[in-house]
Structures are given as C-alpha cells and as structure tokens.
C-alpha cells in the first residue's frame, strides 16, 4: 500500500510577516524562528511516512520537498566532512566522507 502525496503543499509562512520575529522551541527545547515551524513538520512527517515501511520511499518526496530541504540539509552536513574526502567521493574516487548525523 502506498500513500503517494496527491497535492502539493506550499508553505506559506512568507505570506505571514507577523510570524516573523516571533519565537518557537523546537523538540529540542532550542529557539527557532516560528516561521519555520510549518516546514519543519512536513519535513517530520515525510521522514515519518517513509519510517513506516509501507511502501512510501524517499525517491517518493514531493520536488517541492527536496527543493526546499535539500539546501539547509547540505549546509548542515557538508562543512562537517572533510573536503578533500567529499571531492574524491563526488568525482568517484574514494569512500563516502564521514558526516556528523542531524540532531
């Protein structure tokens, strides 16, 4: 059984200038702009939704999800492996380079 997305989401924190300036907590318990509070839980669910094991898979994220994710996810991670090992593992010529994981 899989349970596809059937409609985009578009988040619209931007079209909210009041949430901007306000603080939420995290999960954590660490302070967050509340504007991101909307794409951090879709992005919860998604990873979720794929924890289940019911057939929903990453190569099943919305394009909207990655676009959206993907950049915060590489400024996060990159910078904690070293270069060199990230280059030779981009152009295929080495291992995968040691990231510190999320969280």
């Known amino acids: 059984m899989s349970f596809a997305p059937t409609t985009r989401l578009r988040l619209p924190s931007a079209r909210f200038p009041r949430w901007h300036g306000i603080d939420s907590r995290d999960v954590g318990g660490e302070e967050r702009p509340a504007h991101t509070v909307v794409s951090s839980r879709w992005h919860e669910v998604e990873v979720h939704h794929v924890d289940l094991g019911m057939g929903y898979r990453p190569q099943d994220w919305p394009d909207d999800l990655v676009d959206s994710w993907l950049p915060e996810a590489r400024e996060h991670f990159l910078p904690t492996a070293d270069q060199r090992e990230l280059l030779a593992w ?7 380079p040691r990231i510190i994981p999320w969280g």
């Open 90 to 96: 981009l152009v295929g010529r080495g291992s995968a």
